[in-house]
């Protein structure tokens, strides 16, 4: 893993440990006794607030493409696609206790007939049965399902499909 990116991880852990009040050594790499303190939704909370200040929105262009994280964090900038994919890589890396965490596609039909689509992560909170999506537009949840996830996003949802970080088909449900 990039300097880089152990450096961002670190101050994701830092942070939480701030918002806690107490601090742990943050030089043992994901091992944070933070994240076994904070709950899920305080981690993804602590996560929505640094991508939101630190990174912004860019559109890929016609040719869209995921970027890897590592890039996504160097560059600074990249679409939805992007967004979701580095939040699913940090959820994965950080591994907060209580966690599962995948990437959603949302699709819907515009007024002018075209589909549109849009990408978060989508994280469950094991223990207390709620869902939440992460990516460019914030942080949202709980939900119960992730039928009432993809609403949230786009009320006239006609698809959505999970994705695992390799981008390989969960599961695809329409309506």
């Not at 943050?26 to 640094?50: C, H, M, W």
């Not at 994965?92 to 515009?110: A, E, F, G, T, W």
Request: proline residues 3%; contains cysteine; hydrophobic residues 40%.
């Amino acid at each position: 893993m990039s300097y880089m990116l152990k450096k961002w991880v670190r101050n994701v852990q830092y942070i939480c440990n701030k918002a806690i009040g107490h601090t742990v050594d943050v030089g043992k790499i994901f091992e944070s006794p933070t994240l076994k303190v904070i709950t899920p939704r305080q981690f993804l909370a602590v996560l929505n607030d640094y991508c939101q200040k630190n990174f912004m929105y860019k559109y890929d262009g016609k040719i869209d493409f995921a970027m890897h994280p590592e890039y996504f964090a160097w560059r600074k900038a990249g679409d939805c696609d992007d967004w979701s994919l580095f939040c699913l890589h940090i959820c994965r890396l950080v591994r907060p206790y209580n966690l599962d965490s995948n990437i959603m596609m949302i699709y819907h039909n515009k007024e002018d007939g075209k589909q549109e689509g849009h990408a978060v992560c989508i994280c469950l909170d094991i223990m207390a049965g709620e869902y939440y999506h992460i990516g460019n537009w914030g942080l949202f949840g709980p939900y119960k399902s992730h039928s009432e996830c993809a609403a949230s996003i786009f009320e006239n949802w006609k698809r959505y499909v999970l994705l695992n970080y390799n981008f390989n088909v969960i599961n695809e449900v329409s309506k």
